[in-house]
């Protein structure tokens, strides 16, 4: 029951009040309707070149992974050579990735990222799981990831020379969680804003960072390169959990997806734009990496509670402060484009009948999709309470790249089974075979050679999907509707939202 039938309710009685009522609400109809796109994220023509798509992969990659990520993919291979090849690696197989999904994306020119590939592929099932799991599990864990690492390298200014304490680190993960909640949920250009300023700050970090190690190296800083591969711990779970931790600083590698209808000329520039975007991030990490080893040994740097933090107080000692700063922008400007995309996935399954309605529904007044980034907020602040960082981002990876394997295979069935299907990128057959099967590895191997139960509760959580989906998809219960529709009624008019659809009428 929508705010339309309580206008119609109110004004039964009359037909004068029903008009006023009716032509008191048009303007604002009128203008939901004009900005409704900026939720979607549809433009009215192709704006998007390539120098603007590689910024945007450049930009939405970069985030908190690497300046969190070094120390766990050191942890798992043990030496500097394997973390230097593991770096590289993970851009090799994001390239890879990205440029499958570039043939998906043209192919297939639908919002919402893996799940119309998905749907196309596999049919509803797989869709479902994927939208189940993404708005339950990696999404909100992703948000609540880099929330975590804001506020490890905001605080530890303040406990030099030791590790700042867990309960600390939560409190500020969760203040930012709910600042940028309110900002998204509040005005959509706010956030827009506020991403152009925090995207350019990461930038001046990495500069920073990559050009001290170049001089570094100038002046012979070489001794942690010397036998680089020594006491390396190499197998098959500890790469695997290596690639987890790399993977995740290049997740948003399939980001440009999502804009492919706002591309010139999408069938040249979505390719070039992941061909010097991806490999461009990867140069930035390995030389990141390469600029840590200059100032601290393996040992030092697993120590570290923040490495950028210390490698800021070994080079730019009395600037130091500038680290920690730029880093703490960097994460948050990264917290803040997970929350700003956050409503698409929900609007299309909504759409779809597979999500509650109230997720797709959009603020009148701020034009928002309030209900997506505040349910968002609220399981993101709920992985924060148990959760650190490294088994965040294992369990993360673990079920995300489930689906990134999923949806690649599916590329390869379609095409079998879709061969009508226009393809304007056609990748070579062996690209997606190969990362089908270092999807399966990434997968199985850590469950195989190292079980863990979170692995378990990883699978059944995403099955239990299913019994979701038979009850209230399949077979559409009557019960669970009457107990939605008064919940969904009050809860729309306490956040003034109204349905998607009702704008594009």
């Known amino acids: 029951m929508g705010e339309t039938s309580l206008r119609k309710r109110k004004g039964a009685d009359t037909g004068e009040e ?10 604002q109809t009128t203008n939901l309707q004009k900005e409704a796109k900026l939720f979607d994220f549809p433009l009215p023509s192709a704006c998007v070149g390539l120098i603007s798509g590689i910024c945007m992969i450049v930009g939405t990659i970069i985030g908190s ?43 297939i020119t639908k919002s919402g990222g893996e799940y119309p590939y998905l749907m196309e592929a ?8 994927f939208s189940w799991t993404s708005l339950v599990v990696t999404k909100p864990s992703s948000f609540a990831i880099i929330c975590l690492s804001f506020a490890e390298y905001a605080s530890a200014p303040f406990y030099p020379g030791c590790n700042p304490p867990q309960v600390v680190i939560k409190c500020l993960a969760a203040a930012a969680i709910v600042v940028i909640t309110l900002v998204n949920s509040l005005s959509v250009k706010l956030g827009s804003y506020l991403q152009n300023f ?31 591969f020594k006491d390396s711990t190499i197998s098959v779970s500890s790469i695997s959990l ?3 931790n790399g993977l995740w600083a290049y997740d948003g590698w399939n980001q440009l997806n999502y804009i492919t209808e706002e591309l010139k000329n999408p069938y040249r520039n979505l390719p070039l ?31 570290s509670q923040a490495v950028a933090v210390t490698f800021g107080d070994r080079v730019l000692y009395p600037a130091s402060w500038i680290v920690p700063l730029f880093v703490v922008f960097s994460t948050i400007g990264s917290a803040n484009g997970t929350c700003f995309t956050a409503g698409r996935l929900v609007y299309v399954a909504g759409r779809e009948g597979h999500m509650l309605k109230l997720l797709s529904y959009i603020s009148i007044k701020r034009l928002t999709p309030a209900p997506a980034i505040i349910f968002y907020g609220i399981i993101a602040i709920i992985y924060i309470i148990p959760g650190d960082i490294n088994s965040l981002i294992n369990y993360f990876s673990f079920a995300v790249w489930i689906f990134y394997g999923s949806t690649i295979l599916g590329l390869i069935v379609m095409r079998f089974t879709r061969k009508e299907l226009q393809r304007p990128i056609r990748v070579p057959i062996v690209i997606p075979v190969i990362v089908t099967l270092v999807s399966v590895i990434l997968v199985l191997a850590p469950i ?36 939605s529709e008064p919940i969904t009624m009050h809860l729309q008019m306490l956040l003034e939202v109204v349905p998607a659809e009702e704008v594009t009428e």
Do not use: R
């Open 198 to 228: 925090l995207t350019a700050a990461k930038m001046i970090i990495v500069a920073i960072i990559i050009v001290s190690g170049i001089v570094l190296l100038a002046q012979g800083k070489t001794e942690n390169f010397k036998d680089s």
């Open 273 to 303: 734009s992941i061909i010097i975007g991806i490999p461009l991030v990867t140069v930035c990490y390995v030389l990141i990496n390469i600029s840590y080893f200059t100032v601290m040994t393996s040992t030092e740097l697993l120590q």
């Open 242 to 244: 290596a690639f987890y």
């Open 122 to 129: 596999f049919g509803p099932i797989p869709a479902f799981l």
């Open 448 to 483: 195989i050679s190292a079980p863990e139960l979170p692995y378990l509760y990883c699978v059944l959580f995403i099955l239990s999907g299913l019994i979701v989906y038979v009850l209230f998809v399949h077979f559409k219960f009557d019960w669970p509707q009457k107990i």
């Open 65 to 107: 992974g690497i300046f969190v990520s070094p120390k766990a993919v050191l942890a798992n291979v043990g030496a500097v050579g394997p973390c230097l090849t593991t770096w590289a690696a993970c851009g090799v197989l994001a390239t890879l990735g990205a440029l499958c999904f570039a043939e998906l994306g043209t192919m």
């Open 18 to 27: 029903d008009g006023e009522s009716v032509q008191s609400h048009e303007p």
